[in-house]
């Protein structure tokens, strides 16, 4: 079974640039959550999509977008890019299986951007 | 503020002894704790998880203990090999929240030969 798939996995843009990363979860996962990785702040939770919908976000600028299509693959989008967006992004995908407590989340290699 | 907290940046022991991490955390409301391991230019890989109902949890060579009264969660790793060299992530999710892990900032462990 294949797993998490990101692309790219290395970009480079500028400050005031847009961005859209992609996401394609395990074949059958219904939810994929995004995270951001900086050395300063550690992994931090931006927001979970399932069935097409945002269900969680974390504390991020509305710069911060995401989207879930029909078949579960996710983008994210960073508008107007600042030199702090410099950051791994990770996305994760799970089932998730109803009435579960808890719902193991599959991470992909992550992209890495680089804001100049 | 930060719910998740591993005071140790890095940790080093010498192969075949026992390695111990730790992690603590402020809310009471997590449901389960997690531990991943890192390498780089990859993604968490999930090792090993406990539940808030219990106090203990084994798997091979890694063992999860929480103490709820304390807050606290350590992972002990014996032995340790040069293969568990990594940064190790302490994680905390809510049953109702599933989607959202809480991170610690992460402990690079280095296990010398």
């Known amino acids: 079974k294949a797993g998490v798939t990101q692309t790219p996995r290395y970009l480079i843009k500028t400050r005031g640039q847009q961005v859209t990363l992609s996401c394609s979860p395990i074949s059958g996962h219904r939810s994929v959550s995004w995270y951001q990785q900086t050395p300063g702040q550690g992994l931090q939770f931006l927001f979970e999509?399932?069935?097409?919908?945002?269900?969680n976000k974390g504390n991020f600028p509305g710069r911060f977008s995401g989207r879930q299509f029909s078949n579960s693959r996710s983008e994210m989008n960073v508008s107007t890019l600042e030199l702090g967006d410099s950051a791994l992004y990770l996305c994760a995908s799970s089932l998730p299986l109803a009435g579960a407590s808890y719902n193991e989340q599959f991470f992909g290699p992550g992209t890495r951007l680089t804001v100049l | 503020d930060q719910q998740v907290k591993q005071n140790s940046p890095s940790l080093s022991v010498q192969e075949g002894r026992i390695s111990i991490l730790n992690c603590d955390y402020t809310n009471s409301m997590f449901d389960y704790f997690l531990w991943y391991k890192k390498y780089p230019a990859e993604g968490p890989t999930f090792l090993i998880s406990i539940s808030s109902i219990k106090d203990k949890n084994e798997d091979g060579r890694f063992t999860v203990f929480l103490n709820k009264s304390a807050k606290h969660l350590s992972l002990h790793i014996v032995p340790s090999q040069p293969g568990d060299s990594a940064v190790y992530f302490c994680?905390?999710?809510?049953?109702?929240?599933?989607?959202?892990?809480?991170f610690g900032q992460g402990t690079t462990l280095q296990v010398k030969p």
């Open positions: 994680a905390a999710v809510r049953s109702s929240n599933t989607g959202k892990l809480i």
């Open positions: 999509y399932f069935s097409e919908t945002q269900r």
